[in-house]
T-cell receptor, first 115, second 113 residues
């Protein structure tokens, strides 16, 4: 069965420091991969996506993620975190071969930014 | 262009009451979804639809029903609410298989007492 694991429930980084949020997935074929961000009381906003091609993808707000097939990972990175990045981050995998667009989400990682 | 709009944003129900959550999208998307979000569990798919007049069960469908009579609307019904259905509900839509990124509404916070 498809699954997504975000090993870190909560991460705290200092403003200006670099960030890496981990995501591992279990999926048989080539998946569609996504990172979403959720600010308190808000819906989910798409940060970036990977369908195929270049394994390093750029997203909004200065985020990037790298697809590593051999490690079944899609980690999210940002070189310098801003206080406004404090939020909850979700990794999701979609079935690239289906006609449903269903997504499986990880449990989420809450990012706290220290001044 | 409002995107995905959910109504209502907050609701408190008594056990056994019924209600309908409305989702409307103005992006002409084929696919629509209802997810529930609970602490530490991410988002779980309740029901989904791949086109007008179609619905299908997701991961946690028990206690919910859905309808998609119009392409732009996707309704989620709770016939007899239970405390276990206290959650935040998110509606989402995506263009189709070739454009699978999902766009989310702002959520409905439902409390069942």
């Amino acid at each position: 069965a498809q699954s997504v694991t975000q090993p870190d429930i909560h991460i705290t980084v200092s403003e200006g420091a670099s960030l890496e949020l981990r995501c591992n997935y279990s999926y048989g074929a080539t998946p569609y991969l996504f990172w979403y961000v959720q600010s308190p009381g808000q819906g989910l906003q798409l940060l970036l996506k990977y369908f195929s091609g270049d394994t390093l993808v750029q997203g909004i707000k200065g985020f990037e993620a790298e697809f590593k097939r051999s490690q079944s990972s899609f980690n999210l990175r940002k070189p310098s975190v801003h206080w406004s990045d404090a939020a909850e981050y979700f990794c999701a995998v979609g079935d690239g071969s289906s006609n449903t667009g269903k997504l499986i989400f990880g449990q989420g990682t809450t990012l706290q930014v220290k001044p | 262009n409002a995107g995905v709009t959910q109504t209502p944003k907050f609701r408190v129900l008594k056990t056994g009451q019924s209600m309908t959550l409305l989702c409307a999208q103005d992006m002409n998307h084929e696919y629509m979804y209802w997810y529930r979000q609970d602490p530490g569990m991410g988002l779980r798919l309740i029901h989904y639809s791949v086109g007008e007049g179609t619905t299908a069960k997701g991961e946690v469908p028990d206690g919910y029903n859905v309808s998609r009579l119009k392409k732009q609307n996707f309704l989620l019904g709770l016939e007899s609410a239970a405390p276990s259905q206290t959650s935040v509900y998110f509606c989402a839509s995506s263009r189709n298989r070739l454009g699978p990124e999902a766009f989310f509404g702002q959520g409905t916070r439902l409390t069942v007492v």
